[in-house]
């Protein structure tokens, strides 16, 4: 019997860190997981203290000591057996550390949003908004494969849940304000906030994660505390406008759609922030060093009183994140078939007309007349404004071969329709990407209806775990995968 390969994670958090690097390590630990893999952390030792979500998580965690000298050779003792793959996620460490790990890990992850240091890996994820393998030129191998901006970011997948099988904001109204300033917050930046709120005198709602709220607002007001959330989603979905970070957690609203006042806690987000306002997803209104109680209140009042600016910035938001990241990162890590899934782009659109209107494409599908330019253009722009739609292009290796599409319907459950090239049929590819899909959306079922007479796509379908379950209709049920 093969064993599961085995992953090891090296990442700190603290109090001046912060939890994100550990947080987004353990949303890919989770999916690797549900796809057969064993997966070890390795972190400093106020990780364990700072994150409670780390010691929840039931993963082997081994604790390093402190001290950036010794890293490679205090981790390749602790784990003497070597991993499949090393996952680096930490600002101090770069190349010298990483070529160190060589011969002891079999492939190397490096997750970073800085792009100021060199890195001796096979794959490089950084799902900063806007980010291009070009910002990487010179610090790492022309062959290591970059996966970059928010298209890969690592959100749990409980977002991509209530993203597309959601509400949309579409009132404009705000009558609850999420307050979420890190799992850390080490400037007590919740309280200034707090202050902007009571000063803005708001007929609102209010739910605060993790900061220290003001004893003044928690007697006698609509104020919620939230700690050591496990479904930071729901809080999200629930909230018309967010006070927040601009890290890691910005993708997050984004993928929801939730407009956000922006305050800077750390240097390394003043990029995203500046890159999210001229987005026009986000206002800032400072950072640690200048954010007031009436500048927070200014820019939350003005916000809340001016629905069309909310609707425009909840509708740029859904553009930047989609919440499949993690699953893409997986697939472009495991498939030994070389079939991995892309976000699918406006440029897209003529390559898909090209496949809808191959000789036989539409044969045996539901409505198998092929369209016209103009109809296709005029579909494709509304599935890419849906945020109920999940598109999908299909590559193998790096050509774009097919696309694959999960669309909500009024059950709950998302129907999905796949299109291979013709070139490309009859080479397993639909399989892979199917099983690709449902590794991203572990938390929806995921249903099919197909023409008894298409053998290929019954076998494929068959092949990625779908069941029978209605006349001519297959179902995935995710409590039921492996």
Not at 159 to 179: H, K, M, Y
Not at 240 to 267: K, M, T, Y
Not at 391 to 408: E, S
């Amino acid at each position: 019997m093969t064993s599961a390969p085995r992953a090891i994670f090296r990442c700190d958090a603290s109090t001046e860190l912060g939890s994100g690097h550990v947080m987004r390590c353990l949303t890919l630990a989770h999916g690797l997981v549900r796809t057969g893999w064993e997966c070890v952390f390795a972190v400093n030792p106020e990780a364990v203290v700072t994150v409670a979500a780390l010691s929840a998580s039931g993963f082997p965690v081994s604790v390093l000591p402190c001290g950036l000298a010794d890293q490679a050779a205090a981790l390749i003792e602790a784990h003497a057996g070597g991993c499949d793959l090393l996952v680096v996620d930490h600002y101090k460490l770069d190349a010298r550390f990483e070529t160190l790990c060589r011969p002891w890990a079999k492939r190397i992850l490096v997750i970073d949003d800085l792009a100021d240091r060199p890195h001796d890996c096979d794959i490089l994820l950084d799902q900063t908004f806007g980010r291009d393998a070009a910002d990487y030129g010179g610090l790492v191998a022309r062959d290591c494969r970059c996966l970059m901006g928010t298209d890969y970011a690592l959100l749990r997948p409980q977002f991509a849940r209530e993203r597309l099988l959601g509400s949309p904001r579409t009132e404009g109204v705000v009558r609850r304000i999420l307050v979420s300033l890190g799992g850390t917050d080490p400037y007590g930046l919740t309280d200034v906030v707090l202050q902007g709120l009571e000063l803005a005198d708001l007929d609102v709602d209010i739910d605060v994660v993790l900061g220290a709220p003001s004893r003044s607002l928690v007697d006698g007001t609509r104020v919620q505390v939230h700690q050591a959330v496990q479904d930071m989603a729901s809080l999200i979905a629930k909230a018309d406008l967010a006070v927040g970070a601009s890290g890691s957690s910005a993708w997050e609203r984004c993928c929801l759609g939730l407009p956000s006042i922006l305050v800077i806690s750390a240097n390394n987000q003043r990029l995203t922030a500046d890159r999210l306002v001229e987005a026009g997803v986000a206002h800032v209104v400072g950072d640690w060093t200048s954010v007031t109680p009436e500048s927070i209140s200014k820019a939350i009042s003005f916000l809340v009183h001016n629905a069309e600016l909310y609707r425009a910035m909840s509708r740029a938001a859904l553009k930047i994140c989609d919440g499949l990241g993690a699953g893409r990162v997986i697939a472009a890590l495991g498939a030994p078939d070389g079939v991995a899934l892309c976000r699918a782009v406006a440029d897209d659109c003529d390559l898909i007309f090209r496949w809808q209107t191959e000789p036989g494409a539409r044969a045996l599908a539901r409505n198998p007349r092929p369209p016209t330019y103009q109809e296709h253009c005029a579909w494709y722009s509304r599935m890419l404004d849906d945020s109920h739609v999940a598109m999908n292009i299909i590559l193998l290796g790096k050509a774009p071969v097919g696309v694959i599409r999960a669309d909500r319907l009024p059950s709950g459950n998302m129907e999905v329709s796949i299109l291979i090239s013709g070139e490309t049929r009859g080479r397993g590819v639909a399989t892979a990407a199917l099983r690709s899909l449902a590794d991203m959306l572990p938390e929806v079922d995921l249903v099919a209806e197909i023409h008894p007479q298409n053998a290929a796509s019954l076998a494929a379908f068959r092949a990625a775990n779908f069941v029978p379950y209605e006349k001519n209709r297959f179902i995935r049920r995710y409590a039921a995968s492996p």
